[in-house]
């Protein structure tokens, strides 16, 4: 499903900018870095959510570290508000460092 959604993204950045003020270039970063953002958000929210049950095995961190870092850490899952959140996190960082505007930016992508 997310596969589907981001070549989805990518099909319209790509057609759809041939008409409006974005550079080619600069929507297929923004692509790639708000996936990334994306991927990061949501598993620093499984982290987070996985938080008390990670202190309460704190004991099992010094005896066996790898098998608690595997579990809590590499099987954590992912969650979709902490996804949501790290990807307009970094379309406004993207935004913020190549002085566009948030709203010019994502103004076509809201019907």
């Given amino acids: 499903m997310v596969a589907a959604g981001l070549i989805a993204i990518i099909i319209y950045m790509l057609v ?3 008409k409006k003020k974005y550079i080619k270039q600069d ?12 991927a990061l958000g949501a598993r620093i929210m499984a982290i987070l959510v996985n938080l008390p049950a990670m202190i309460a095995d704190f004991q099992i961190l010094i005896e066996r570290p790898l098998a608690y870092l595997s ?6 899952g992912f969650v979709f508000y902490g996804g949501l959140y790290g990807c307009l996190i970094t379309i406004l960082i993207f935004c913020r460092v190549k002085r566009m505007s948030f709203s010019l930016l994502c103004g076509p992508l809201i019907p």
């Avoid at 579990?71 to 954590?76: D, G, P, R, T």
């Fill in 27 to 38: 929507s297929e970063l923004l692509v790639i870095f708000s996936f990334l953002g994306m």
């Fill in 16 to 18: 759809g900018t041939d």
């Fill in 71 to 76: 579990h809590y850490i590499l099987e954590a």
